[in-house]
């Protein structure tokens, strides 16, 4: 029985990947800091054990994926995001790119050398289709996420020769508690659960980035197209109807 590694999985994305892969016969280990809410959904799933564990801690990172044993599929999912303004949080910045990169290559080198040594494995690694663009108020965001692209940009062609896939997965708007506190409409809105089986269908096939819902990705990519003078002024209006400049935080 394969045995896939989730981390930020007490809730969102996480927990449906948990849901789909346990569906699909795999045993799991699964990290959040959310004790509680970690244990109720391992006691749910078949073959599975709860692993409390703050991501931006490397040692507590290594220590859990030795208790977890083999890992065939390990999934960097924990993540966090702050609307802020670029010059009002470096702070907000700080604490995102220890959590969104820093829990993702923490994973990332507790896991390698052994799928490196027996020449199998698949890292994964959720970043955000806000990483192709810098976006207004997402500044610190946006960065985070495209440190996780390029990082794993640079390591699936050095893992490739060691027979370890490795894959960034975008995804757009999804129904979770971090979107919970936008108030502008966010276009292509998706649950978690059909993102969740976009994702493992994508790592079951190999694939080498995941990105959804297409509509979305397309538009982004687009904008890394045009000029900038262009892709400023459309956005501009967007920086407006996002934050209100005496508030920094949620």
């Known amino acids: 029985m394969k045995r ?30 959310r ?7 391992a006691s749910e799933l078949p073959n599975t054990i709860a692993i409390p564990c703050d991501v931006t801690d490397s040692a507590a990172v290594h220590d859990a994926v030795r208790r977890a044993g083999e890992i065939d599929i390990a999934i960097a999912n924990a993540g966090v995001g702050v609307t802020a303004w670029a010059a009002k949080s470096v702070a907000d910045a700080e604490m995102m790119m220890r959590v969104n990169y820093f829990g993702m290559l923490y994973l990332f080198d507790a896991v390698i050398p052994a799928m490196m040594e027996r020449r199998s494995g698949h890292f994964a690694g959720v970043a955000s289709l806000a990483g192709l663009r810098g976006l207004p108020t997402s500044s610190g965001y946006s960065a985070s996420k495209a440190a996780m692209q ?48 976009i994702i493992v269908d994508g790592i079951e096939r ?4 995941i ?16 000029p900038a003078w262009m892709v400023d002024r459309a956005m501009a209006g967007y920086t407006r109807r996002e934050i209100d400049p005496s508030k920094t935080r949620r």
């Open 4 to 33: 896939a590694f989730i981390t930020g999985a007490s809730s969102g994305i996480g927990a449906e990947m948990a849901r789909e892969l346990s569906r699909r016969g795999y045993a799991l280990a699964l990290v959040a800091r």
């Open 35 to 41: 004790a509680d809410l970690l244990a109720q959904l």
């Open 150 to 197: 390029a990082f794993l940009d640079a390591a699936r062609v050095e893992l490739e020769p060691f027979g370890i896939r490795v894959t960034t997965v975008n995804p757009g708007f999804i129904e979770t508690a971090m979107t919970e506190k936008n108030k502008f409409k966010m276009p292509f809105l998706m649950k978690a659960d059909r993102a969740a089986k």
């Open 206 to 209: 190999g694939a080498r980035i």
């Open 211 to 226: 990105e959804f819902p297409l509509p979305m990705s397309l538009g982004v990519r687009l904008t890394r197209m045009l």
